[in-house]
């Protein structure tokens, strides 16, 4: 019975931190988004570049999991 016990909590952690990586990232897509369109406003092509790469690394990273 202890074992299944800690087996439930390992696995509750587990589903903690999986919720909690997608959290982050969704949030930090949302920022990259909003920092793509003030580069495009102000015309800013390197900001632009280096954030799209940023976000593709994302969604790349979206994609392994």
Request: hydrophobic share 40%; net charge negative; glycine share 4%.
């Amino acid at each position: 019975m202890d074992q299944m016990k800690v087996t439930y909590e390992v696995m509750l952690g587990l589903a903690a931190e999986m919720i909690w990586d997608e959290a982050l990232r969704k949030h930090r897509s949302e920022q990259i988004y909003s920092e793509i369109d003030s580069a495009l406003a102000k015309g800013d092509e390197e900001a632009f570049r280096a954030l799209t790469e940023e976000l593709k690394a994302l969604e790349d990273l979206k994609e392994c999991r």
